[in-house]
């Protein structure tokens, strides 16, 4: 860990008629302690899991673009990560930046990603922005996700009733067409055990209609990114939240260098594309952002409005990866810049697996295979695999 104490800038000349209380906390402070001018804050962040609640098998749930290609994922093995960078710190939070769910493997697929909802609530996950793939099967079908209840066709999952998401989940530029009124929440706003706050607002990328089926986008609308966090980075700042984080679902590869990190204002590595338009142009109270959609994981540094660095992260989709995100608050309440820093957390698949996260996933793999074994139809013949020289034909259909 970096050490955060060297880092402390000379107080500023608000902060003058505290000085000598400071000075004092730091004094007094034992060696190792943080003095309470600083509050060092944690951020856990993900994106894309997609409801790989197990490890994606092959190619997909490889790590290529960071060293040597590793095998990742599973949020049992998570979890155990998770924890472990958890350990001793006191104001530590768990976000993420969408594609929770959709676009789900059986296992979470067959109970509409309920399983998937409560392995994040497990994972002790406070707030994320929806995804485009949060829209699969419609806002309606989401806003039962969020607020609970059993699925209107297909009835109640095995187990507790479905009570919803203990976890924000935000979309503040979603709204029903022609309305100005977020589908969900905008932003959520979490208390440290200090008394300080910090807001994340949520967005998903505006061109998300683009990546969803017409029909189940007809009655909503995405809009413009930058106004819609100016809007909101405003609300909180009129509430006195000072520390802001932006978790939003639009990202892109990095360029011109394999490792991950990139720095806009230095040579080489260099963000592109929409999220870096959007990280620049946001409003300049927005501290950090976590991203995601792009399944590629980074750790970059762009210039705010006002200059100022702010880092723009994601990690890898499937469960493959998280960010250690690290940052001192000062005593506004604001994010020290200079303090902010990011680490890549690869989650090989041989991590031990957490005994409560892999009960819970071993819980919905056998609801789900009650209902995958069932014999619903036999094949007259067999189906080429992979490896054959026969194209694909549809099921019924004569080979070709
Ligand atoms: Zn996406």
Request: net charge negative.
């Amino acid at each position: 860990m970096i050490n955060r104490f060297v880092r402390r800038g000379a107080p500023t000349l608000a902060l003058l008629p505290l000085l000598p209380l400071l000075l004092a906390g730091t004094a007094a402070a034992p060696p190792g302690s943080t003095p309470a001018a600083r509050t060092p804050v944690q951020l856990l962040a993900l994106n894309d899991l997609h409801g790989n609640l197990l490890p994606v098998d092959g190619a997909a749930g490889r790590i290529t673009h960071r060293g040597p290609a590793i095998q990742a994922g599973g949020l049992p093995q998570m979890a155990t990560l998770l924890d472990e960078a958890r350990a001793g710190q006191r104001n530590s939070l768990t976000v993420a930046a969408g594609d929770m769910i959709g676009r789900s493997p059986l296992l979470s697929a067959l109970f509409h990603d309920e399983p998937t909802v409560h392995a994040l609530e497990q994972l002790g996950l406070t707030a994320t922005s929806v995804g485009n793939h949060e829209f699969d099967e419609g806002p309606q079908e989401l806003k039962r996700i969020v607020q609970g209840g059993c699925h209107p066709k297909d009835g109640c999952a095995p187990g507790d009733p479905y009570d919803g998401a203990d976890f924000a989940y935000l979309a503040a530029n979603v709204t029903e067409r022609g309305s100005a009124t977020p589908l969900l929440r905008p932003y959520t706003v979490r208390i440290l055990p200090n008394g300080q706050k910090i807001g994340f607002i949520g967005l998903v990328t505006k061109n998300a209609p683009s990546a969803i089926n017409a029909s189940m986008v007809r009655d909503i609308e995405f809009h413009d990114e930058v106004p819609v966090i100016e809007r909101y980075s405003r609300e909180l700042t009129q509430q006195g939240v000072r520390a802001q984080v932006v978790l939003i679902h639009e990202g892109e590869a990095v360029h011109g260098q394999a490792d991950g990190h990139c720095d806009d204002g230095g040579p080489g590595a260099r963000l592109e594309g929409r999220i870096k338009d959007i990280a620049q142009k946001a409003a300049p109270a927005v501290d950090l952002i976590v991203s995601g959609h792009s399944h590629s994981s980074y750790e970059c540094t762009v210039n705010d409005p006002e200059g100022r660095r702010r880092l723009v992260t994601q990690a890898d989709s499937f469960g493959r990866s998280f960010t250690d995100l690290r940052f001192d608050l000062d005593l506004t309440g604001d994010v020290v810049r200079d303090s902010v820093r990011a680490q890549y957390r690869p989650v090989p698949v041989g991590t031990p697996q957490q005994p409560a996260m892999a009960r819970l996933v071993d819980t919905w793999r056998a609801r789900s295979e009650d209902v995958a074994n069932q014999v619903v139809g036999h094949i007259s013949a067999d189906f080429a695999g992979r490896g054959s020289s026969h194209r694909s034909a549809g099921l019924g259909q004569p080979r070709p």
